[in-house]
C-alpha cells in the first residue's frame, strides 16, 4: 500500500531540492556586499522606516489591483479551452458565450486605458 505513495513522496523530494538547492547555491556561490543602493527600497516607492502618517501613491496599488482583475480573468480561458476541446456539441454556444466574456474584458480594459489607469508617470 505505501507504494502507491511513492509518486507523490518523489515530487515531493523534487520540488523541495528546487526551492532549496537554488537557494544555498546562491548563499556559498554570491558575493554579499550590501551598499546603499542594494539596502534601498524598491518596489513601495518611500522609505519604510518613516512617519506611518506620510503620504503615498495610490499608483501602485491600482496596478496591482488591476494585475490581479486582468490575470483572474485570463485564468478562466484555460478551463474553457480544455472544454472546447473535448466539445461534443453546443460547441457554437461556448463559443459565443466566452466571445461575450472576452468582449466585456476588452471593454474593461479600454476602459482603464482611456481612464489612464495604465499610464505611468
Same mark, same amino acid.
Given at each position: 500500500?505505501? =507504494?502507491? &505513495?511513492?509518486?507523490?513522496?518523489?515530487?515531493?523530494?523534487?520540488?523541495?531540492?528546487? *526551492?532549496?538547492?537554488?537557494?544555498?547555491? *546562491?548563499? /556559498?556561490?554570491?558575493?554579499?556586499?550590501?551598499?546603499?543602493?542594494?539596502?534601498?527600497? &524598491?518596489?513601495? *516607492?518611500? =522609505?519604510?522606516?518613516?512617519?506611518?502618517?506620510?503620504?503615498?501613491?495610490?499608483?501602485?496599488?491600482?496596478?496591482?489591483? @488591476?494585475?490581479?482583475?486582468?490575470? @483572474?480573468?485570463?485564468?478562466? /480561458?484555460?478551463?474553457?479551452?480544455?472544454?472546447?476541446?473535448?466539445?461534443?456539441?453546443?460547441?457554437?454556444?461556448?463559443?459565443?458565450?466566452?466571445?461575450?466574456? @472576452?468582449?466585456? @474584458?476588452?471593454? *474593461?480594459?479600454?476602459?482603464?486605458?482611456?481612464?489612464?489607469? /495604465?499610464?505611468? =508617470?
Amino acid at each position: 500500500m505505501l =507504494e502507491n &505513495y511513492f509518486p507523490v513522496l518523489l515530487f515531493i523530494c523534487i520540488g523541495l531540492a528546487f *526551492g532549496v538547492v537554488p537557494v544555498i547555491l *546562491g548563499r /556559498l556561490v554570491a558575493p554579499h556586499r550590501p551598499d546603499s543602493k542594494k539596502n534601498s527600497p &524598491y518596489e513601495c *516607492g518611500f =522609505e519604510a522606516f518613516e512617519d506611518a502618517r506620510m503620504k503615498f501613491d495610490v499608483r501602485y496599488y491600482l496596478v496591482a489591483i @488591476l494585475f490581479i482583475l486582468f490575470d @483572474l480573468e485570463i485564468a478562466f /480561458l484555460f478551463p474553457w479551452a480544455i472544454v472546447m476541446q473535448e466539445a461534443d456539441g453546443h460547441m457554437f454556444f461556448r463559443y459565443i458565450s466566452m466571445m461575450i466574456f @472576452l468582449a466585456i @474584458l476588452v471593454v *474593461g480594459f479600454i476602459y482603464e486605458w482611456m481612464k489612464g489607469a /495604465l499610464e505611468w =508617470e
